[in-house]
Protein backbone atom coordinates (compact mmCIF):
# COMPACT_ATOMS: atom_id res chain seq x y z
CA UNK A 1 0.00 0.00 0.00
CA UNK A 2 1.51 3.21 -0.76
CA UNK A 3 0.35 6.64 0.83
CA UNK A 4 0.72 10.21 -0.87
CA UNK A 5 0.57 13.25 1.76
CA UNK A 6 0.72 16.52 -0.31
CA UNK A 7 1.25 20.03 1.21
CA UNK A 8 2.06 23.63 0.19
CA UNK A 9 -1.41 25.02 -1.01
CA UNK A 10 -2.99 28.26 -0.06
CA UNK A 11 -4.32 31.30 -1.48
CA UNK A 12 -2.18 33.06 -3.85
CA UNK A 13 -2.57 36.97 -5.67
CA UNK A 14 -2.51 35.93 -9.77
CA UNK A 15 1.35 36.22 -10.69
CA UNK A 16 2.61 35.08 -7.81
CA UNK A 17 4.60 31.80 -7.19
CA UNK A 18 3.96 28.26 -5.00
CA UNK A 19 5.66 24.95 -4.33
CA UNK A 20 3.80 22.19 -3.04
CA UNK A 21 5.16 19.06 -1.91
CA UNK A 22 4.44 15.46 -1.92
CA UNK A 23 5.66 12.69 0.07
CA UNK A 24 4.98 8.98 -0.72
CA UNK A 25 5.50 6.16 1.59
CA UNK A 26 6.56 2.73 0.61
CA UNK A 27 9.62 1.63 -1.46
CA UNK A 28 8.18 1.52 -5.43
CA UNK A 29 8.21 5.81 -5.35
CA UNK A 30 12.00 5.87 -6.89
CA UNK A 31 11.27 3.18 -9.62
CA UNK A 32 7.94 4.63 -10.64
CA UNK A 33 6.88 7.52 -12.52
CA UNK A 34 5.07 10.17 -10.31
CA UNK A 35 2.66 13.02 -11.61
CA UNK A 36 0.79 15.78 -10.10
CA UNK A 37 -3.21 16.25 -10.83
CA UNK A 38 -5.54 18.99 -10.52
CA UNK A 39 -8.98 18.38 -9.48
CA UNK A 40 -12.19 20.99 -9.50
CA UNK A 41 -15.35 20.92 -8.70
CA UNK A 42 -17.52 17.90 -10.58
CA UNK A 43 -14.39 17.40 -13.00
CA UNK A 44 -12.06 14.29 -12.85
CA UNK A 45 -8.42 14.37 -11.96
CA UNK A 46 -6.62 15.80 -14.90
CA UNK A 47 -2.71 15.90 -15.40
CA UNK A 48 -0.74 18.94 -14.68
CA UNK A 49 2.32 17.26 -14.94
CA UNK A 50 4.08 14.13 -13.99
CA UNK A 51 8.31 13.25 -13.71
CA UNK A 52 9.20 9.66 -14.98
CA UNK A 53 11.72 7.32 -13.00
CA UNK A 54 13.96 8.61 -15.34
CA UNK A 55 13.34 12.19 -14.68
CA UNK A 56 11.45 12.43 -18.00
CA UNK A 57 9.30 15.71 -17.65
CA UNK A 58 5.89 16.67 -19.29
CA UNK A 59 3.48 19.30 -18.93
CA UNK A 60 -0.52 19.78 -19.91
CA UNK A 61 -0.22 22.94 -22.18
CA UNK A 62 -1.38 25.08 -19.23
CA UNK A 63 1.05 24.64 -16.90
CA UNK A 64 4.26 24.67 -19.34
CA UNK A 65 6.51 27.04 -19.21
CA UNK A 66 5.36 28.09 -16.19
CA UNK A 67 5.59 25.06 -13.85
CA UNK A 68 8.79 22.52 -13.25
CA UNK A 69 8.32 19.25 -11.63
CA UNK A 70 11.04 17.66 -10.00
CA UNK A 71 11.39 14.77 -7.28
CA UNK A 72 13.98 13.25 -4.28
CA UNK A 73 13.85 10.06 -4.50
CA UNK A 74 15.91 9.36 -1.44
CA UNK A 75 13.25 11.46 0.39
CA UNK A 76 10.46 9.72 -1.48
CA UNK A 77 9.17 13.33 -2.43
CA UNK A 78 7.82 14.81 -5.61
CA UNK A 79 7.99 18.99 -5.81
CA UNK A 80 5.59 21.03 -8.01
CA UNK A 81 7.06 24.64 -8.23
CA UNK A 82 4.45 26.48 -9.84
CA UNK A 83 5.03 30.39 -11.15
CA UNK A 84 2.80 33.26 -12.92
CA UNK A 85 -0.08 31.47 -11.36
CA UNK A 86 -3.63 32.46 -12.72
CA UNK A 87 -7.00 32.35 -11.63
CA UNK A 88 -7.48 29.14 -13.76
CA UNK A 89 -5.01 27.13 -11.93
CA UNK A 90 -7.44 27.06 -8.92
CA UNK A 91 -7.99 23.46 -7.72
CA UNK A 92 -7.08 20.83 -5.76
CA UNK A 93 -3.99 19.15 -6.16
CA UNK A 94 -2.75 15.30 -6.07
CA UNK A 95 0.14 13.47 -6.46
CA UNK A 96 -0.13 9.81 -7.72
CA UNK A 97 1.30 6.98 -10.01
CA UNK A 98 1.17 7.99 -13.54
CA UNK A 99 -1.09 6.36 -14.53
CA UNK A 100 -3.03 7.11 -11.99
CA UNK A 101 -3.91 4.01 -9.42
CA UNK A 102 -7.54 5.01 -7.88
CA UNK A 103 -7.13 3.31 -4.42
CA UNK A 104 -3.92 6.30 -3.40
CA UNK A 105 -5.39 9.33 -3.49
CA UNK A 106 -4.58 11.26 -0.68
CA UNK A 107 -6.29 14.37 0.48
CA UNK A 108 -4.35 16.69 -1.94
CA UNK A 109 -3.57 20.61 -1.23
CA UNK A 110 -6.10 23.54 -2.14
CA UNK A 111 -4.79 25.90 -4.49
CA UNK A 112 -6.73 29.19 -4.40
CA UNK A 113 -5.27 31.55 -6.91
CA UNK A 114 -7.25 35.02 -6.87
CA UNK A 115 -6.80 38.54 -5.95
Known amino acids: QVQFVESGGGLVQPGRSLGLTCTASGKIFSNADVAWYRQTPGKEHQLVAL???????HFADSGKGRFTISRDNAKNTVYLQMNSLKPEDTGVYYC?????????WGQGTQVTVSS
Open 96 to 104: NFFPSVDNY
Open 51 to 57: ISRADYT
